[in-house]
């Protein structure tokens, strides 16, 4: 009979630890950082948690279910696979442009470019308009 609780507790531990490994989370993750001297920009979104700097005026909010939802669209939108990088080092170094590190973890996939925060490709233009109008 002790045998048997502790087999039926050994199986019902296996049963519910299993269930949960097949559990499916689609977190995205946004991290975005334009900074040169005396300049900051960031962008940290973390599922739902998202959180603005521009320059140490800092906000911060938790996007509704409608917002969740509108930012998906807007990133379904984007073709992430003909983005590329359109920062230059020579503008670098002359202090002529803002780098602009853009990481992304959206729908299993991540992302990483490299951007002039001052000519940001349009539709990431849109997605963080559209990120800075939420937490206002």
């Known amino acids: 009979m002790k045998n048997l ?3 039926s507790i050994v199986i ?3 049963t519910f630890s299993s269930c949960n490994s ?3 989370t689609n977190n995205t993750s ?3 950082i334009a900074q040169t001297r005396g300049y900051i920009y960031t962008i940290q979104l973390n599922n739902n948690k ?3 700097n521009n320059n140490t005026n800092i906000k911060i909010t938790t996007l509704s279910i409608d917002q969740k939802k ?3 669209q807007q990133l379904l939108k984007i073709n992430f696979k003909q983005l590329t990088n359109n920062i230059h080092n020579e503008d670098l170094a002359v202090d ?3 780098k602009g590190t853009f990481d992304l973890n959206f729908e299993s996939k991540q992302y990483h470019f490299d951007f002039n925060h001052n000519k940001l490709p349009e ?3 849109e997605l963080i308009v559209l990120l800075e109008k939420f937490t206002q």
Do not use: D, G, S
């Open 70 to 72: 509108e930012l998906e």
């Open 22 to 24: 097949q559990e499916i």
């Open 5 to 7: 609780l502790q087999l």
């Open 96 to 98: 002529k442009a803002i």
């Open 123 to 125: 539709n990431i233009q």
């Open 12 to 14: 019902c531990c296996l």
């Open 30 to 32: 946004l991290n975005y």
């Open 50 to 52: 998202l959180e603005l």
